[in-house]
């Protein structure tokens, strides 16, 4: 077990995240009201929530429906509820009913509803919108919508899981992906969210210690305890782990055939405001440590900490020794697009291509985190590319789902990213405006970018370079 002071605290909720201030209230006959202004609190508060908001007893209650859709062969305003009586027909549907919208009703969404995602309806969470499961776009080489990200399965709410021949997890070789072709049996939100929020974070003598019983929480894990607080759990109590993730031992109850877990939650810390266009300031996640390691649960054999560059058969390095070394991180900090490295030597990070920081203490929370509760103008020391810091599975993919193959947070499958004239290029089957809202609604201004360093350059190729700069 590491040393760690990272101080991480949030509400979290089942599929992505949670909400700041969560303010919403769904149509349960019970009376659970979640309105909360407290952002270190809300519906989870880091661990299991009030019950009847995911579950029901009995489906029926002064003749009204208990669940919010009748599920298959479920008629509503019945005592026969849905599977392990949930709300929703499925546990993605349940956690969903939630979780569904846009960010312009609430923060904690990842499941744009509308017909076609479009830049005033999509999320623009770090995980990225399960919306792009049902995008394959026009265009003589669409990527099918079920590449785009993590297929989980949706019956109340039409996101259609995987194909049937898909029954592993990519890299995992034996992993179960799904046991079955719809309902309980396919891939999840709780395939790696712990719907119940039982692993928790205390620290004793600087040491901080994962488990999934212990003190009771008192708060989340995502968004620091705050300068008030500092970065020690206090005596007696717990903290939720970053995003309500499973730790060890952890596998869904729907899937007995899965693996369980060997690798417990990554350490984070994400902004308050977290969904929102970055059409004018990044959004920026501390990475801390132990991403890839617990994308590892499912996805082990896509790890390589230990390869030696030029060694044949081996992957892009990942995780906790894959550090960045000097020539690299010098790369990251002065590239600004392709042909231009003209960036400040302190740093010109950008989401689209974050690592982890492997920090060992925070001090103070998110505002000394984030320089200034996400201040759009300099670039704190934690957001700054060293030889120490790594490369992560993040640095590359998005957590749920993205506008391209694999759920990358870039197109790997097309030269030009912009065109000459300050504009996107169409992409994967996506149109020049769908991917513009892929890209999270940033510019492309050759003069802006020299003025703020933020946006995109004319003609920009994989952003792979911003590491490597080969172009």
Same mark, same amino acid.
């Given at each position: ?100 919208g ?11 509803t509308?017909a ?56 995992s ?50 968004y ?16 939720g782990?970053?995003r ?27 902004? @308050? ?14 990475y ?25 058969? =081996? ?30 030597? =302190? ?26 509760? @996400?201040?759009?103008?300099? =670039? ?18 998005r ?57 995109f ?15």
């Open positions: 077990m590491k040393h760690l002071k990272l101080a991480v605290a949030a509400v979290l909720a089942l599929a992505v995240g949670s909400a700041y201030g969560q303010a919403t209230e769904v149509n349960f006959k019970s009376p659970i009201n979640y309105l909360n202004t407290n952002a270190l609190t809300g519906f989870h508060a880091g661990g299991v929530a009030a019950c009847e908001g995911c579950h029901v007893m009995h489906n029926a209650s002064d003749g009204q429906a208990m669940t919010v859709k009748s599920g298959t062969g479920v008629p509503l305003r019945s005592d026969r509820t849905n599977s392990y009586l949930l709300q929703g027909s499925d546990q993605s549907s349940t956690c969903l009913i939630c979780h569904r846009n960010a312009g009703t609430n923060e904690f969404t990842v499941l744009d509308s076609t995602v479009s830049s005033s309806t999509t999320n623009f969470t770090p995980g990225g919108d399960f919306a792009w499961l049902n995008v394959t776009g026009a265009g003589a080489t669409p990527t099918p919508g079920n590449r785009h990200g993590h297929s989980i399965y949706s019956g109340d709410f039409s996101v259609g899981g995987i194909a049937a021949t898909a029954i592993t997890a990519p890299g070789g034996t992993t179960p992906w799904r046991t079955g072709t719809s309902g309980t049996s396919q891939f999840a939100c709780t395939s790696c969210h712990d719907p119940h929020g039982k692993y928790r974070m205390t620290s004793l003598a600087g040491v901080l210690t994962i488990a999934a019983t212990g003190a009771p929480i008192t708060q989340s894990g995502s620091g305890l705050g300068a008030s607080a500092g970065t020690t759990i206090p005596a007696g109590t717990a903290i782990v970053y309500l993730l499973g730790g060890k031992l952890y596998k869904p109850a729907s899937n007995a055939s899965a693996s369980t877990f060997s690798q417990d939650p990554p350490i984070a810390v994400a902004p @308050q405001n977290y969904n929102r266009s970055e059409s004018g300031s990044e959004v920026r996640v501390a801390g440590t132990g991403m890839s390691e617990w994308c590892a649960n499912c996805h082990g054999n896509l790890h390589m900490p230990n390869t030696v560059t030029g060694a044949p058969g =081996t992957r892009h390095v990942t995780g906790n020794a894959a550090i960045l070394k000097e020539t690299i991180a010098a790369n990251y900090n002065t590239y600004l697009s392709s042909g231009n490295m003209n960036g400040a030597a =302190t740093g010109t990070y950008t989401s689209l291509v974050p690592f982890e920081s492997q920090v060992t203490t925070i001090s103070g929370g998110p505002d000394t985190l984030y320089g200034g509760a @996400q201040s759009t103008s300099g =670039t704190p020391a934690i957001f700054q590319a060293t030889a120490a810091k790594t490369v992560m599975c993040l640095s590359c993919h957590a749920h789902a993205s506008g391209f193959s694999s759920m990358t947070r870039w197109s790997n499958l097309t030269t030009f990213l912009t065109t000459a004239g300050g504009g996107f290029t169409a992409q994967e089957g996506l149109d020049a405006t769908q991917a513009q809202i892929a890209y999270y609604m940033r510019p492309v201004s050759a003069t802006a970018l020299t003025a703020t360093g933020y946006g350059g004319p003609n920009q190729r994989s952003l792979c370079n911003k590491c490597h700069a080969k172009d």
